[in-house]
């Protein structure tokens, strides 16, 4: 490779030289041709002057020969002359003493070119982090037969500031005209360029062209430090980041609530206070800081809560009996392509906002041991006051810990415990020191419980059906039991993972474990799980089209073509009794899943998967959840109202969900509240705003709807009960769904933008 190297650059100076060079020597020879200047191409208009006009021209052009004809044209050429001999008795016009053919014949120069001509039309396919995909032609003009081409890549910018890079070269066979240059550095500039080169080695002219490889996510910033809590406020260290994969674009500072510090974050769900209240999210971007406000060294001091406004971002202040932790995230950004990194949060950094209690009362870090500053005025009975008061939210937090883990039963682990992730598998996590006798490997007992399907066994098509939670999903089959199972395959680089992320993928795994063996049929199921030593795959049954799909598809009116049938007489391609055996599927999934204590929290005709267009199967929820594209989905308008309020979930918020599900098939896979702003929805249902009967639906339908949305939990149905109701009203499916056409008929609207974040 060096050698190449050195002798494409050997090659490239040598034709610097030449150029320089303007020797214009004797004629080649004298060539006749009968059939005249006609069958000569690669004409260079007014240069026939004189040889060297000639000449010229055709080196610009990296020709190897200038042939002059009749000293009127001139013409140049690549190919060995193989002509009679001519007679060569004209002068050129521009200067006497040369020759410049004859009639019918040509003289022939030789312009010093001997290598190629420059590959053409160099074009970026495609990049990654480290990797350019390159593709070009042949040159125009080769000079003989083409053996090699050979392609140098050059750092021009980057960021990497340590060591600097080299230069990169690589050597391809002339039957190559696309390749992919591997082993680059992500966030760097590089000149590539490319030169064909005949046996000899030695390289031609080059065509050269700068490209980027993507940027790569920056390595996570240190944890900020809390050095003081008070109220409603956190002051925090900052230290800066290094980033040698893509510039540092921002800082952001992240509160994250509550005491699991498990949650990953991605930068696209990361949001700013108001819209994170809105979503109800345990975490929002409180600051964004230039790069410039973190220098190293200094203290960066920021006190989150101090209600100003950095950057686009609003810093609220912070509530009072919170656990609140603090994450620093680095925001790189280049050409359209944004990566993020966060530093992780710890125990250690825990901090709980205490109100103040009289004087000068801070307490400050409670985690370091309760360093609580006291003035002397206080005295002991403030020590007594404030460690009751101390005591007095630990233990809240902790009986309400309790409360909510049973009466909302929808904590998503794997009964129970909260574990960290070591190599080995799991060990317990002292934090929960009430639970420690049930340690146990869970990452063992689930892989024993799933199949373990051969990679052989296994065929991931190159078809990416969304991006996953924690990686990509593709398109796969799986052989079971013989005959090829369409499944999705999530793709999860667990070897990368951070214990907590690990964790959570786990925890996502479980449920869907959790969730088999049923006797429901409307439950998509994991076909089974397949290890590599970097990467888990996890097969999903899958089925390409949605309820929501076959609902818009069923619009039949939409399918004929205005008068020419008159005599359509239903709207809806689907018999009335599917729709409601739809349905009642559904519910009897969601009563096991209830039962099952797993809370969906994404009941929506979308997240229903129609197997052979029939079968429903209801999906997205655990690790069986991916967003198709970039879209992801958005469930304001089947969001219970308690949700709005408090943003607790319980099992009756799915139930909510599941009336708008309904309210979904009668309308046809209609948007619900298609009137309303996505940003109305929530104030508006907590108004009172509930979905309208819609003519085709029957009062006892609606009033099962009705019932879904009340207000009191205790009202609404359970899924047992939803399913009960269904069932029965099967048997006059056409009565309580009627999809006949009558006059005035319009079509629920389908806002799609609606249904998206
Ligand atoms: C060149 O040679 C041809 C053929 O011998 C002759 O016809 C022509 O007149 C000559 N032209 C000149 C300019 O000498
Ligand atoms: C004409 O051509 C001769 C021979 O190549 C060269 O020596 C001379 O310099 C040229 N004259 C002009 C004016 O270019
Ligand atoms: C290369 O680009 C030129 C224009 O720059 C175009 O005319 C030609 O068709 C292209 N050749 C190929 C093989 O794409
Ligand atoms: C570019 O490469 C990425 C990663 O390999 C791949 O997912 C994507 O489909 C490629 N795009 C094109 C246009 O080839
Ligand atoms: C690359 O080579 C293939 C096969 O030799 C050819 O079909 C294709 O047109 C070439 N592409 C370019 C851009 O020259
Ligand atoms: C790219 O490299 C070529 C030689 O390989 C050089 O001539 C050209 O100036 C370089 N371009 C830049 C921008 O460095
Ligand atoms: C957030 O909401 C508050 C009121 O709740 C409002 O004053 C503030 O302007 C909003 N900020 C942004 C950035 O929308």
New binding site residues.
Partial sequence: MISTAALFIVSLSLFLTCLGEDIIGDPIGCFQDNAGASDLENEMPHASNTVEMCVQACRNHYYKSALIWDASQCFCSSENMHYADG?C??TCVGNSSQVCG??NSYSVYDTGQRTPGPPQNLTLLNVTEKSLHIQWSTPAVTNGPLSNYLIIAEPVSTYVSSTSLGLQTWQYPSSTNKTELLNLHPGTLYNVSVAAAHSDGIAGAYISDKFWTEIGEPSPPPTPEILQSSKGEMVVKLLPAMNDQGPISFYHVVVIFGEDDIIPLKPEFLKNYNESREKDLPFYIAAELTPDKLKPGNENRFTVGDGKVYGKYYNPPLPVDAHVHVSLGVVSSLNGVTKANYAKTSHEQDGIVILNVGNNMVVENVNSGLEVGLSAAVGVFGTLLVLSIVVFFILRKRVARQARRTAEHQELSLEGPIFEVESSGYIHNAYVPEEIEERVDHYKTLKEKVWNIPRNFLDIQNHILGIGRYGNVMRGTVQQRGFPVPVAVHVIPDGEMIPAEKHSMLQDLGVLIRSAGGDTPNIIQLVGICESPETLYVMVEHHPASLKDLLLESRSLNHTPSGEDSEIHKVCSLPERQLLETAAGIARAMDYLSRQKIIHKQIAARNVLMAHGVVPKLTAFGIAQFSRGNEIPDYTRWTAQEIFRSGRYVSKSDVWSFGCLLWEISALGGTPYSDVNTIEVGPRVMRGLRLPQLRLVSDDLYQLMLQCWQVDLDERPSFHECACVLENLLDDSVVHLNLSMYMGFHYEQYIPDMERQ
């Fill in positions: 007679i008795n004209k004859g009639e």
